[in-house]
């Protein structure tokens, strides 16, 4: 940075001078120039023959005259370079003479002087000393200018080096003790720095190693960490580059790039390549839609070639990550090139737990904060979403001025990373506030009578996140939600605030659109992927890809009729008919409770899962001092009629009670 600042003030003083220097020249020449009379010989000599002259001085060596007039001031000189010295002196002598011999007190003073002979060369020096200054600088400027060309172009022929980030093994700071919540993943990789460490044991026996690791996993999970804690535990050299920084707008740079990529490792074995993000480089071949798939194909086929190319036991390691590996081509997954896939998953609660010990360190921690607690209200985090979690406790407890991270910091810092941050100040209508009150206990109370769905941690109903009026926020109690029963008692979660919507208040918002489209994913889910559907079967109608790969899935089109389609529509229909009619039936019995729920949200904006509970089992609240109990009045805006539309709908388990039919 040094380097470049110098380089810029030189740069920045040299277009300064030239112009500095041509301003000085101007002035010089139009200094010497100053004051110099324009008049011809006869006028000048006609000068001295009208007596207008009061003092002269001549240079008998370069013939400059100095005049000055008896009408010009003191200060003023006049200069003039007479032709002929010889001539000049016959011309005026005789006036100059007589004007003196008429004017005794009032003579003309004048003086001869013999200058120097080179006197004109002297005049010229300052000229000459420009001239030679502007002409070194425009020799250094095309110097320069044929520096930063040759430059550019040695930059335009080094696109085809790769510019890789190495560290050495010995200087990494990353070690297996600070990869936690993947004991089988280091397990498999102890193997790698075994290797690295005692080569000689596996050539013996005629092993060989595994030329490329491919570390596969949902983001944050810890794929680059592992790769830098083996080149670490290994002290081996690191070499880490992203799969996006081999192709350019170039053609052929990919391909050149892989090669250089390669060449590096050799010198530096035994030493470890990592390739963040290798899908980037790495997609099906065959599959492009335009020529720029061309250039990255041709990348691809390159480091094919290499990593089947060196020899067996060159000492170099080639390990990649990527979160898409379905998209990747088959022949970069072949044995001899990724020999070994390891499945880097979320970590279970163990593993969270350990996560969290490591970045618990060098925060202090208050007696009330218990990790295996915070890991077991945690499930679904990586581990640097339990790294932010930590940071974000952290940032709570310093703005509250404590000393110590707090347990209810953990808590707060949890909610504010899974749902985002509250907006207190944003200010809504009663109308609103009754409707998402409503919604919110909905969704509480249909999960509260369904058997072994997730308690609820805490209702709200000031907005968070983006366009949430607010939240119930459950606490899961297994890792994965794998049977069919669980998927179903989910829908009715969903389908309470909906449902409680139009119970209530008589009608719908659009509130309930997020909670629809994931009720309706998990349906088809069920019906198409997971052959949960009694009507069609154990049958997959899915792909399997959650995503589309625009390439390989252009043009792809369905692998089942129409009237399967039909189908399968109506068979999600009926699913999520059933769940909708389902919670009504539990909305409706226990109205009150919903009512209860609802009006202690309006009073309180905020209900902790431990309140929850007492309301829905005692009608009071736990944390409240004087145990005051909520009497479920109902509101006034649930008139009489539809209190027995919703005795007759709980009465009624038909598909067209409650949710319309699509008029199509």
């Known amino acids: 940075m040094r380097k470049n600042l110098s380089q810029n003030w030189k740069s920045i003083i040299f277009y300064i001078l030239i112009p500095v220097m041509l301003i000085g020249s101007i002035f010089l020449f139009s200094g010497q120039n100053k004051n110099t009379d324009v008049k011809n010989y006869s006028e000048i000599v006609n000068l001295f023959r009208t007596n207008q002259v009061a003092e002269y001085e001549l240079d008998l060596s370069s013939g400059q005259l100095t005049y000055r007039l008896f009408d010009d001031k003191k200060d003023v000189v006049n200069k003039y370079s007479v032709p002929s010295v010889t001539y000049f002196i016959d011309d005026i002598s005789e006036y100059v003479n007589e004007y003196n011999d008429a ?39 095309m110097r320069k200018m044929t520096g930063s060309i040759s430059s550019e172009t040695n930059r335009t022929l080094g696109f085809g080096k790769i510019k890789s980030k190495t560290q050495s093994g010995e200087d990494s700071d990353k070690k297996f003790e600070d990869v936690a919540g993947c004991e089988e993943e280091k397990a498999e990789l102890e193997e790698l720095v075994d290797f690295l460490k005692n080569g000689e044991r596996y050539t013996e026996l005629g092993a060989r190693i595994p030329k490329g690791v491919l570390l596969v996993g949902p983001p944050g999970t810890g794929k680059t960490l592992l790769a830098k804690a083996v080149a670490g535990e290994a002290g081996a050299p690191f070499l880490s580059i992203s799969g996006s920084d081999f192709v350019e707008m170039y053609v052929g740079v990919g391909a050149s790039r892989v090669r250089d990529l390669f060449e590096q490792a050799k010198k530096k074995a035994p030493c470890i390549v990592f390739i963040d993000e290798i899908d980037a480089v790495g997609r099906h071949r065959g599959t492009g839609m335009g020529g720029g798939n061309d250039e990255r194909e041709q990348t691809l086929n390159q480091l094919l070639v290499e990593m089947d190319g060196f020899g067996s036991n060159s000492g170099v390691i080639v390990i990649a990550a990527t979160n898409r590996p379905d998209v990747l081509d088959p022949a970069l997954l072949r044995p001899g090139r990724f020999d070994r896939q390891i499945t880097v998953n979320r970590p279970d609660a163990q593993g969270r737990e350990d996560i969290l010990k490591v970045h618990a360190k060098g925060k202090p921690l208050a007696p009330d904060v218990d990790l295996h607690e915070v890991a077991k209200d945690t499930i679904g985090f ?34 504010r990373v899974e749902l985002g941050t509250e907006k207190k100040s944003h200010k809504f209508s009663d109308k609103a506030k009754k409707l998402t009150a409503y919604h919110e206990a909905g969704h509480a109370v249909a999960s509260f009578y369904i058997e072994g769905h997730d308690p609820v941690r805490e209702i709200s109903i000031v907005p968070r996140g983006l366009g949430a009026g607010g939240y119930t926020w459950y606490t899961p109690q297994e890792e994965n939600y794998n049977s069919r029963k669980d998927m179903l008692d989910n829908l009715v979660s969903m389908f309470g605030g909906r449902v409680a919507e139009a119970l209530a208040l008589n009608d719908i918002s659009t509130g309930a659109s997020n909670d629809l489209q994931r009720a309706t994913e998990i349906v088809r889910d069920m019906v198409i992927k997971y052959g949960m559907s009694d009507s069609i079967g154990p049958v997959v109608y899915d792909s399997g890809n959650g995503e589309v790969f625009l390439g390989k899935d252009y043009g792809h089109v369905n692998n089942y009729s129409e009237a399967t389609s039909a189908r399968i529509d109506a068979e999600v229909e009926k699913i999520m008919r059933e769940a909708y009619n389902r919670t009504v039936e539990i909305l409706s019995e226990h109205f009150d409770k919903l009512e209860l729920v609802a009006n202690v949200l309006l009073e309180k904006e905020k209900i902790s899962g431990e309140d929850f509970e007492s309301l829905m089992k005692k009608g009071v609240l736990s944390s409240s001092d004087e145990q005051e109990a909520y009497a479920p009045e109902l509101i006034e805006d649930v008139t009489p009629e539809i209190q027995n539309e919703i005795q007759d709908t709980s009465d009624e388990n038909t598909d067209d009670s409650v949710l319309p039919k699509n008029d199509e």
Do not use: C
């Open 382 to 415: 990586t581990g640097a979403d339990l790294e932010n979690l930590m940071n974000e406790s952290a940032l709570l407890a310093v703005r509250r001025n404590k000393k110590a991270i707090t347990s209810q910091d953990i808590i707060d810092a949890t909610s």
């Open 103 to 141: 004017h005794s007190d009032k003579q003309i003073t004048y003086n001869y002087k013999k200058g120097s002979t080179n006197n004109w060369w002297l005049s010229m020096l300052p000229t000459f000393f420009f001239t030679i200054i502007i002409i070194l600088m425009f020799v250094w400027l």
